[in-house]
Nanobody, 120 residues
Framework: QVHVVESGGGLVHAGGSLRLSCTCS????????MGWYRQVPGKERELVAR???????DYADSVKGRFTISRDNAVNTVYLQMNSLKPEDTAVYYC??????????????WGQGTQVTVSS
């Protein structure tokens, strides 16, 4: 069984910073990519940042230059450093683990989400 747990959300003033962490545990054959998504009520979940197995990164245009994704493979943890936060960054942030099973089948795992609220 795989567990994905996010932490680090909270309330911050505009211009402030937060760092989100996501740790996965359990039996995972091969982790490919790890990423962060966010969702606000009434809207679809959107990609914030993704870090591929080769170190390739993908960021939403709205966060480029402000957010940085990084990964510690030794502890299966992915981080999202969020600087210069804006009220429009307010959302529930979800961690996604993209992996492969022993038969190389695609297996995705999601965390429960962590609330980020940026006040103006």
């Amino acid at each position: 069984q795989v567990h994905v747990v996010e932490s680090g959300g909270g309330l911050v003033h505009a211009g402030g910073s937060l760092r989100l962490s996501c740790t996965c545990s359990g039996t995972i054959f091969s982790i490919n990519a790890m990423g962060w998504y966010r969702q606000v009520p009434g809207k679809e979940r959107e990609l914030v940042a993704r870090l591929g197995g080769a170190g390739d990164t993908d960021y939403a245009d709205s966060v480029k230059g402000r957010f940085t994704i990084s990964r510690d493979n030794a502890v299966n943890t992915v981080y999202l450093q969020m600087n210069s936060l804006k009220p429009e960054d307010t959302a529930v942030y979800y961690c996604k683990i993209e992996s492969r099973g022993s038969n190389w089948e695609k297996l995705d795992y999601w965390g429960q989400g962590t609330q980020v609220t940026v006040s103006s």
